[in-house]
C-alpha cells in the first residue's frame, strides 16, 4: 500500500486478489482519471506498484489533498496468493491539511460509511497498540454499521512500538473490547523500512521472529492467539470461504436463475446465419412466417399467456369488449325518441297527408322517421370495424417469435405485409356494414312479427284511459264539438296611403295593413267557415275579395289538437318498436360482418400471403443482423462461462475444509 507523509489513501482502492495456478505474475490497473476518463494500466514489476498508486492518487484527485469517491481497482493475480478481495480505505483525520476542505473529517467518514455498511463485507478495524483501545475511531465506526461485533475484526498495529508485549496481548484477548471474530496482531513495515528498501518477505520473517519471542508457547491462552499477516490473511480467507459455504444454498439457486435467464436470452439472439444458401433462407423464412401466424392466432384466440400484465385485457378478449361493452352498450343506450321532438313528428305526419289530410296515422310518415333513425347506425358501426382494426394492428405489433427480433428488416417486413392485409379486408367489411344499412332501408317490414303483435297493440291503446277518450273525441265529432273549435282568427285593417296584403303570423291572426277603402259604406266582410276574414272592398261599385299573402315559410306553431296528440304517441310508439327490432338484428349482424371480412379472413390468408409476397425478395437483406445483436451473442456466452465456473467453484467450496 502506498506509504508517505500526510494523507496519501485518498481514494479506495480496491484490491482483487486471484491465485494465479501458473508461475505468471502480473497486475492490472483500472481507474477514472480526473476528467472521468477510463484508463487501464498493465504491471509486472511490483516493485513500482506502490508509486503508480502515488501517481495515480495525485492524477484522479487533481493534485491536491482532498478525497475522492472514485476507486482504483488493482487485480493481483500471482501464485502465492489467496482468493481475497480488500479494499483500502482512507484514514480517519480530524483536522484538514493544506487545501483540504474544512469537512474533509466528514467526508472521509461517509467514504467509510458507504464500504462498510455493506451486511457482506468484513471490517478490518485498524488500532494501534500505543493506543487506548476505548479512543480507537475505528472501532467506533465498525460498532455503529455492526453493533453486534459480528463481521468486525480487530487489527492491532505497531505491537513492536509498545514496552511491554502484554499491552497488545490483553487488546487481541478481547477482555477489553470482545468481538466475535476476535483481533488479530500485526507488525507492519515502518517508514523508515521501507526507505532502507526492506522487503516484503524480508518485513514478514521479521514479524515472525518478534512474535516468536513474545509468545510463551507453554500457555495455552497465548498460544492460541493469532498473530501476523499470514495468519491475518488466513483468517480473512477461512472466513470467506466459511461465508461462502454458508451461502452457497442460497448462491446456487441465484446463479441457476440466471444461467437459465442467459440461456433464455442466448435462444433468442439465436445462431448466426451468414452462411446459408437460398433454399435454406427460404426455409427459415417459411418457418419464421408459420410461427408468427400461428402466435396472431393464439393471441386472438386467448392461447397467450402475458408476464407482464395480468390486470388487463389482451388481444381476442379485447375485440370482444369492443363488440359487446362498447358497441352493442353503446346501441342499446340510444334512445330514438331524443332525435325526434313532438314538433318533427307532427309536421311529418301533415306532409304526408298531402292536401286532404288523414284519417289514419299516414305509413309514409312512419318510414320517413324511422328511416333517419336507422342512418343514425351507420357511423357507430363503421367506427367499431375501426376499433376492431386497430387492435387488430395492436396484436401484430405484439407478436414476438424468440429468435426472430434479432432480424429487424425480416420482422419489419412482416408487420408491413399483415398491415396491408388488414387493410384490405378493412374494405369489404366496411362495405359490408353500409350494405347491412341498405338493407334496412330499402325495405321497411311492418309485416314483422314482433312488430304489430298483440302485446305492443295491448300497450298502445291500453296505456292510458284518456287515448280513448281523446280517440272517442275524433270519431264522433258531433258530440264534442266544442273541443275541435279553433281559435278564430282576427281581422285588423289600418288606413293608409298603400294597400298592402296581410301575413301569417304565428299565433294564427291575419292582419292587414295599410288599407285603403274608398267606400267604407260599400264594405263589407265575410268569415270563412275556418274563421279567415275575407274582405269586401267595393272599389268603382265593384266587389273585391282580397286574401291574405301566404310567406315563404310556413311552420305551424299552434298548439296540437287531440288528434295529433294522439297520432304523435303512435308513431312514437311503431318508431320506438320498430327501432328495437332494426337495432337488436344491427347489433348482432355488424360483428359478426367483422369478424368474417376481417378478423377470420386475416387468420386464414396470412400465411399464404406473406409467404407469397416475401420469398422472391432478396432473402439475405431480411437476415441480416446488426451488429449489437452480435455483440449480445458474444456476451452471452461469456456471462454463461461464468456462471457454469461459478457453479463449479461452488461445488469445490462446498467440499473444502475451512
Known sequence: MPKGEDIVTRTPIIIQLTNSKSDDCYCT???CDYDNNRVEK??????????????????????????????????????????????????????????????????????????????????????????????????????????????????????????????????????????????????CRSQKDVEDDITIEMSIKKEEEYFSQCIDFSNQMECIMECGIKNLAKKLNNILIEHIKNTVPFLKPKIDSLKSIEEE??????????????????????????????????????????????????????????????????????????????????????????????????????????????????????????????????IVDNCRIADMERFTNLKSAINEQVKILLKDCLQPTK??????????????????????????????????????????????????????????REYQETCGSNMNYSTIHHNNTYKEEMKMWKHKEDAKSFRNKEGTKITNINNNRENVFVLPVIPEKIIPEYSSSSKEIIEIDLIKSLINNYFNIVRKHIADAVPKAIMHFMVNTSRKT????????????????????????KVKRNNCKKNLESLNQAIKMLAEIRNQEV
Open 29 to 31: 490497473l483500472t481507474y
Open 42 to 187: 498493465h504491471i509486472d514489476d511490483f516493485s513500482i506498484l506502490n508509486e503508480i498508486l502515488i501517481d495515480v492518487t495525485e492524477e484522479i484527485t487533481g493534485g491536491n489533498k482532498c478525497i475522492k469517491e472514485t476507486p482504483i481497482i488493482i487485480e493481483i493475480h500471482k501464485n502465492d496468493v489467496l482468493d481475497l478481495t480488500l479494499i483500502d480505505l482512507p484514514g480517519l483525520t480530524k483536522v484538514p491539511v493544506g487545501n483540504q476542505p474544512q469537512n474533509v473529517e466528514e467526508q472521509i467518514v461517509n467514504l467509510v460509511n458507504k464500504y462498510i455498511k455493506n451486511p457482506n463485507c468484513i471490517i478490518l478495524a485498524v488500532s494501534s497498540a500505543n493506543i487506548d483501545l476505548a479512543n480507537s475511531d475505528s472501532l467506533k465506526m465498525a460498532r455503529n454499521v455492526d453493533p453486534k461485533h459480528e463481521r468486525t475484526i480487530g487489527v492491532i498495529t505497531k505491537c513492536d512500538m509498545v514496552e511491554k508485549p502484554e499491552i497488545w496481548k490483553k487488546m487481541i484477548s478481547g477482555s477489553l473490547y470482545p468481538l466475535k471474530k476476535g483481533f488479530v496482531a500485526v507488525v
Open 265 to 394: 436470452r442466448l435462444l433468442e439472439l439465436g445462431e448466426p446465419m451468414d452462411n446459408m444458401n437460398r433454399s435454406e433462407y427460404l426455409a427459415v423464412l417459411v418457418n419464421y412466417i408459420t410461427k408468427f401466424s400461428q402466435q396472431y392466432q393464439d393471441i386472438i384466440d386467448g392461447k397467450v399467456f402475458y408476464k407482464d400484465r395480468v390486470d388487463e385485457l389482451k388481444g381476442g378478449a379485447r375485440i370482444h369488449y369492443i363488440f359487446n361493452d362498447w358497441y352493442i352498450k353503446s346501441l342499446n343506450d340510444f334512445s330514438p325518441l331524443e332525435m325526434l321532438t313532438d314538433e318533427e313528428i307532427r309536421i311529418a305526419i301533415r306532409n304526408s297527408s298531402g292536401p286532404r289530410g288523414a284519417l289514419f296515422v299516414p305509413e309514409s310518415a312512419f318510414e320517413t322517421l324511422i328511416k333517419k333513425l336507422i342512418n343514425c347506425l351507420k357511423e357507430p358501426s363503421l367506427r367499431c370495424a375501426d376499433q376492431v382494426y386497430e387492435e387488430l394492428l395492436k
Open 431 to 488: 362495405e359490408m356494414i353500409k350494405n347491412l344499412m341498405l338493407i334496412e332501408l330499402s325495405y321497411i317490414n311492418t309485416s314483422h312479427p314482433d312488430f304489430l303483435n298483440e302485446h305492443f297493440m295491448k300497450n298502445v291503446y291500453d296505456k292510458d284511459n284518456d287515448y280513448i277518450d281523446e280517440l272517442d273525441t275524433v270519431v264522433h265529432p258531433k258530440h264534442n264539438h266544442k273541443m275541435l273549435q279553433r281559435p278564430k
Open 606 to 629: 396470412m400465411q399464404k400471403v406473406l409467404i407469397s409476397n416475401l420469398h422472391n425478395g432478396e432473402l439475405f437483406n431480411l437476415f441480416n443482423e446488426c451488429s449489437s445483436i
